[in-house]
Each structure stands twice: as C-alpha cells, then as structure tokens.
C-alpha cells in the first residue's frame, strides 16, 4: 500500500509539474531581405553552397554528414550548432536544428533564397522561425529577435558583397 500511495503521488507531482514545464509555443518570423546587383544564378554560385555561411557568417562549417544536398547536416561554431537540410532548390535552401535532449526546444529553422528580379539583379531572401515562448518577457523576447535580425542582416551585407565582387 504505501508503494502505492509512493507511486501515486510521484506520478501526481509530475503530472501536476508538466504544464509548468512545457510553455505554449509562440513562433515568431524574421523576414529578411537585400537587393544585389548580380543575376540569382550568379549570386546562388558563390553563396548558396550549405557551408557557405562559413564566409558570410565568418564562422567554422562542416558538413558531417551528406554531400550538400537533402539530408545533409552541418556543423557550426565547433559543432554547438547542428543544422540538417530539409528544403532545397536551384536557387534556395531550408534547414532545421534538431531537438536537443534535455533542452528547449524552439523548433528553429531557416530559409534562404536568391530571387531573380531582372536579367542583371536579384535579391537574397532570409527568413528564420522559431518559438520564442521559452523567453522570460516580452523584452527579452524582443532582444532575441533583435539579435537575431541584426545578426543575419549583418550575414546578407556580406553576403551581397561577396556576391557583388568581381
């Protein structure tokens, strides 16, 4: 009986703990874009390979697994960030970062494009969503967007320059 009772009321406590615990998701998206003065092919050849963003994000890439195309999974910044391709066309590409046990998992992912606009121009197209409900408030919800955005529009002006260069 008192095993019962021990038993009961562990799965009570966690029963009762698990809402506590899991917040209501609250995705949010981070639309990004800058024109070039280049054709989408042109742009997409220097950088639209899945570790590119090693030179326009100036950080260590990886491809540990795959050869750049669906399915493949990099590596970045020593391996703290895992991305695998999940979308992928001529002139674009969609990521994901796995769920990590034990950690909030924010279901982020990432998508990049070169769109044609004329013959002679084009424009990169980054969009990133993710939850943000593991945030504490709405300022520190909006300073993770913040940093966020400024991050990767610092990566499309790099971007864009490398693109541009002769």
């Known amino acids: 009986m008192q095993r019962y009772l021990t038993a009961l009321i ?3 406590a966690i029963a009762c ?3 506590a615990l899991a917040a209501e998701p609250e995705y949010v998206t981070i639309d990004m874009s800058i024109d070039v003065a280049k054709p989408a092919k042109e742009v997409w050849a220097k950088v639209g390979k899945y570790c590119d963003l090693g030179a326009w ?3 260590d890439c990886t ?3 795959g050869n750049g195309g669906m399915g493949s999974v990099r590596a970045i910044a020593g391996g703290r960030v895992i991305e695998i391709l999940v979308a992928k066309t001529d002139l674009s590409y969609g990521y994901t970062q ?7 998992y924010n279901l982020y992912h990432g998508f990049l494009e070169a769109k044609p606009v004329t013959a002679t121009t084009s424009k990169l197209l980054y969009t990133l969503v993710y939850d943000i409900s593991d945030k504490p408030d709405q300022a520190a919800k ?3 967007i913040a940093r966020r955005r400024a ?8 971007m864009k320059e490398i693109a541009e260069a002769p």
């Open 10 to 12: 562990t799965c009570s």
């Open 17 to 19: 703990a698990a809402p």
């Open 57 to 59: 994000l100036k950080i």
């Open 63 to 65: 491809v540990t697994s």
């Open 98 to 104: 796995p769920a990590k046990e034990g950690q909030f």
């Open 142 to 144: 909006n300073e993770d």
């Open 151 to 158: 991050m990767f529009e610092g990566a499309l002006k790099n």
